[in-house]
């Protein structure tokens, strides 16, 4: 289109061919479909104004974006749930029953959504994205060491979080080398 800055031609083809992709990455992170769209056109937006000065990669840099909002609006969420159940304590029929219709990718999401931020972003990068640790690394901002240890950490934190009445890694009689 004649007046368009001569990048956004460039961010259309970007977005042909990774933004399917991208969204799905979105989606996991924010926990659902409008909020992922959303998570991902507020990343757009902010990767936009500096799309013609990026250097490198340009979908390492929206990764780490999608990353840094997802955190952000968790955090937040945290904070509207704590005052939404001081809200609700005496009528506890306001809050939905997070079990109504879930499907299994639902249910993951959910468990995922309990996760610590940083565990949760990194399962989402190495699981979902199939990124490496290196990679996922860089996004985050941390050492490859964190990466694998909020990996490990996240992954078994879900396994325990799927399966109730499994005895939590570590736990035990308190006595070792007894079998």
Excluded: N
């Excluded at 340009?58 to 780490?64: A, G």
């Excluded at 997070?98 to 990718?105: F, I, K, L, S």
């Excluded at 940083?118 to 994205?129: C, H, N």
């Amino acid at each position: 289109m004649p007046g368009e800055p001569p990048h956004v031609a460039e961010l259309e083809r970007f977005l042909a061919e990774r933004g399917e992709r991208l969204l799905r990455t979105a989606i996991l992170l924010a926990g659902g479909q409008e909020e992922g769209k959303d998570l991902l056109q507020a990343a757009l937006e902010r990767v936009f104004r500096h799309w013609g000065g990026l250097r490198g990669d340009p979908e390492s840099y929206l990764r780490r974006t999608l990353a840094h909002l997802a955190t952000d609006g968790w955090r937040r969420r945290t904070r509207w749930r704590a005052k939404l159940i001081l809200l609700s304590a005496t009528d506890r029929g306001c809050l939905p029953d997070p079990m109504t219709g879930v499907d299994h990718r639902d249910q993951l999401i959910r468990l995922l959504m309990q996760l610590p931020v940083r565990q949760r972003t990194a399962i989402v990068l190495r699981y979902w994205e199939d990124l490496t640790e290196t990679e996922t690394a860089a996004i985050m901002g941390c050492s490859v060491g964190s990466v694998k240890s909020a990996t490990s950490r996240g992954l078994q934190r879900l396994r325990e979080l799927s399966d109730p009445g499994r005895v939590p890694h570590g736990a035990g009689s308190g006595r070792r080398g007894q079998s």
